[in-house]
């Protein structure tokens, strides 16, 4: 399985970005049966998780991103999708995307202040 992270960039306090993790490979429950879960690592510190979607849909966010981040799945496409607004350059990171046992290459977001 692989998994591609991409979306990210540079964007000043306040806007928004849309990471996509899209899987290929062979899993098993297929894509849609399995947690995905998007992590970040900011320089210096360790890497903390973000937020996860299950299976089902259900959704969970750590504190620091609640109500500015948003998950959203498209199993057809075999893709996640994490929704970044009101950003604040705390969030500026390295973020990965994780499934099963599988990590994504990661993908540099930048908040300017």
């Known amino acids: 399985v692989q998994l591609q992270a991409s979306g990210g960039g540079l964007v000043q306090a306040g806007g928004s970005l849309r990471l996509s993790c899209a899987a290929s490979?062979?899993?098993?429950?297929?894509?849609?049966?399995?947690?995905l879960r998007w992590y970040r690592q900011a320089p210096g510190k360790q890497r903390e998780w973000v937020a996860t979607?299950?299976?089902?849909?259900?959704?969970h966010y750590a504190d620091s991103v609640k109500g500015r981040f948003t998950l959203s799945r498209d199993n057809a496409k075999n893709t996640v999708y994490l929704q970044m607004n009101s950003l604040k350059p705390e969030d500026t990171a390295v973020y990965y995307c994780?499934?099963?046992?599988?990590w994504g290459q990661g993908t540099q977001v930048t908040v300017s202040s």
């Open positions: 994780y499934l099963v046992s599988w």
């Open positions: 979607i299950t299976s089902s849909g259900s959704t």
């Open positions: 490979g062979s899993l098993g429950s297929g894509f849609g049966g399995n947690t």
